[in-house]
């Protein structure tokens, strides 16, 4: 149970950043997670070990504004939620183009339910090693 | 660098820290986690373990009657032998040898 | 007229105890910029995560990081354990103080033996890390094994620790503290370790709260930020204090890491002596709710976040990592920026660049 979560809507994030960052909140981390048609975003601000989060609900398909001109420690975040989830991000300080973490052949936003390919279709299959101690 | 000189000199005239592999093998202390086995009278084919596995390395069959394990995907960490009915998987102290 | 070069530093490289890329663009031996490349381990843990169920994720939440591995498994558990509202015994708190503060010791002894290495200087590296072996025999008797120790459950702790085996710890403690002192002094009081660390790579306090540094790194900037202060497991009544600097450069970092080693030390024996009797786990039923958590505790690195929300079932909705170090890249950018390339190497370690953790 998250406590001081606030929710907001996506026009509202610019404004909101900007006024903890006036009041001296220090920039954790952002995390995203696949609800199926929408993904929920949350910020996470934290001043003298106290914390405050955002919520954000984006529609798949939907740009998210980028923070990182606000906080810069945010572009690293923005990122890789472009590269793991899919999640379009506008106006980014350094855009990677999508190979922040993920290599060139790699799979496309493996956390992302909706995309198949390695989501949740897919089955794993290992060459048979060589067998251990069998006892009978 | 006048604080070293004094036990620069000291190791100088002592005898080495390694040891000399394998003509003297270390110590290992009791309750080491080398290499998994078990004591197959008592088991009673279950499947406990095989479902618990993270590495998914053990395969129980109920007929024939068999229990394998894989050494090469284990990773020892030692929740089969918690989850163990009958308390039949041990961890031995030394590790897998290379050449069997 | 001037001419840009851009030179790769890294994936391989012997200062870097693992894989990263930094672009660093050149003007005539200094730096104007430096871009981060990353993804050389990449191992998808988050995906994993959600195909295993919430018992075994312990085993994987060890495995993020060889360095720090206890810490995370105990961070871990504290978050489930809030998620499912179990209380842990008063013993199992005190255990994992003792082998939690044991990590750090080794932890800060390995960073100390690279950067002495870093600039040329391997006598004290292979001296560093004998006294660290001492350390992992700790380990290796206690638990059963050297680095990821596989004692951390949810619910409490897996081993005890019986009266004979706490007095071979205080011994074990007792012997690496005479050797430290030798070691600290040729560290940090010789003239040519001063004339490479002193004034390189300054972080001003300012800079360091807004770019979000964490661990030693914020702290030898004069932020006083440290996760123990707030009492989780066992810390509220061990009477812990914060060590802090105010230079900013890498010889504060130095510093400050060297005093939290004695800090460290004590921890470990006041635990042990006001370690109370009684269990040591208590069983656990069920499955995690649909409910969500932000569980933080100090890793020696700085601050670590894991963002865990469940569904009712045994398998976990989304299981999120930040590690300390993804935190301090910012920082490492900002250093860079107008070093000579001579000093890189030295700027690139003193942050404590663990980098599985942060490409998990």
Redesign the interface.
């Known amino acids: ?2 406590e001081n979560v606030s929710v907001i809507t996506l026009d509202q994030i610019a404004a909101e950043v900007w006024l903890l960052k006036q009041d001296g909140y ?4 952002m ?1 995203c ?2 609800e199926g048609e929408v993904h929920d975003v ?1 910020y ?1 601000f934290d001043k003298n ?1 106290a ?1 405050k ?1 955002l919520r954000v609900k984006v529609r798949k398909g939907e740009p998210l504004p980028s923070i990182s001109g606000i ?3 945010a572009l ?2 923005e990122n890789e939620m472009k590269d ?1 989830l899919g999640v379009t991000v506008n106006g980014m300080l ?1 855009d990677f183009q999508g ?5 060139e052949g790699a799979p496309k936003a ?2 992302n339910k909706s995309i198949p390919g ?1 989501g949740i279709q897919v089955q794993v299959k290992t060459p048979a ?8 | 660098m006048v604080n070293l000189t004094n036990s620069i000199f000291r190791k100088l005239f002592s005898r080495p820290e390694t040891l000399r592999y394998p003509f003297e093998k270390r110590e290992l202390p009791e309750g080491t986690r080398g290499r998994i086995d078990i004591e197959i009278d008592k088991c009673t084919f279950c499947g406990a373990c095989e479902k618990r596995c993270p590495a998914n390395s053990l395969k129980v069959t109920r007929e024939p009657k068999s229990w394998t394990l894989n050494p090469y995907s284990c990773i020892i960490c030692g929740y089969c032998i918690e989850v163990c009915p009958k308390k039949c998987i041990v961890a031995h102290k030394e590790h897998y040898s290379p050449n069997t | 007229m001037n001419r840009r070069s851009t030179i790769p530093f890294g994936p391989q490289h012997p200062v870097l105890p693992e894989p990263i890329q930094l672009h660093l663009v050149m003007e005539n031996e200094k730096i104007i910029q430096a871009l981060p490349a990353v993804g050389y381990i990449h191992r998808g843990l988050e995906k994993i995560a959600e195909k295993k169920d919430y018992i075994q994720d312990v085993y994987l939440a060890e495995r993020i990081c060889g360095i720090c591995s206890f810490i995370h498994s105990q961070n871990y558990c504290q978050g489930i354990e809030e998620l499912m509202k179990v209380t842990v015994p008063d013993r199992a708190k005190y255990l994992r103080v003792i082998w939690a503060e044991t990590h750090r010791i080794h932890s800060h002894l390995l960073i100390l033996g690279l950067l002495a290495d870093a600039f040329g200087f391997e006598n004290l590296f292979m001296r560093l890390w004998k006294v660290r072996e001492q350390i992992l025999d700790i380990m290796e008797k206690t638990t059963g094994n050297r680095v990821i120790l596989g004692v951390c459950a949810i619910g409490g702790v897996k081993r005890d620790i019986t009266p004979e085996l706490a007095d071979y710890v205080l011994r074990q403690l007792e012997s690496v503290e005479k050797q430290l002192p030798e070691l600290c002094d040729s560290l940090l009081k010789d003239y040519s370790v001063k004339q490479r660390l002193i004034g390189v790579g300054v972080l001003p306090k300012d800079k360091a709260h807004e770019l979000g540094a964490v661990g030693p790194v914020a702290r030898a900037s004069g932020l006083r930020m440290d996760l123990r202060e707030r009492g989780y497991a066992a810390y509220g009544d061990l009477d812990f204090k914060m060590v802090t600097e105010e230079a900013g450069d890498c010889y504060a970092r130095t510093t400050v890491r060297v005093k939290e080693l004695y800090t460290s030390l004590e921890l470990v024996r006041k635990a042990i002596q006001r370690m109370p009797q009684g269990p040591i786990a208590v069983p656990v039923k069920g499955t995690p709710p649909a409910d969500e958590v932000l569980a933080r505790i100090e890793q020696p690195r700085g601050e670590l976040n894991f963002y865990i929300r469940g569904n009712g079932t045994r398998n976990l909705e989304r299981f999120r990592v930040r590690t300390p170090t993804f935190a301090n890249l910012p920082a490492l950018l900002h250093q860079l920026t107008g070093c000579e390339l001579a000093d890189v190497p030295v700027i690139a370690i003193c942050i404590d660049p663990c980098i599985s953790c942060t490409e998990r």
């Open positions: 149970m998250l220090r920039f954790v981390t995390t997670c696949d949350l996470h070990y914390l989060h906080y810069f420690a690293l975040v793991l350094i190979h922040f973490m993920l290599a493996p956390l390695i090693a060589a067998e251990g101690t069998v006892k009978s």
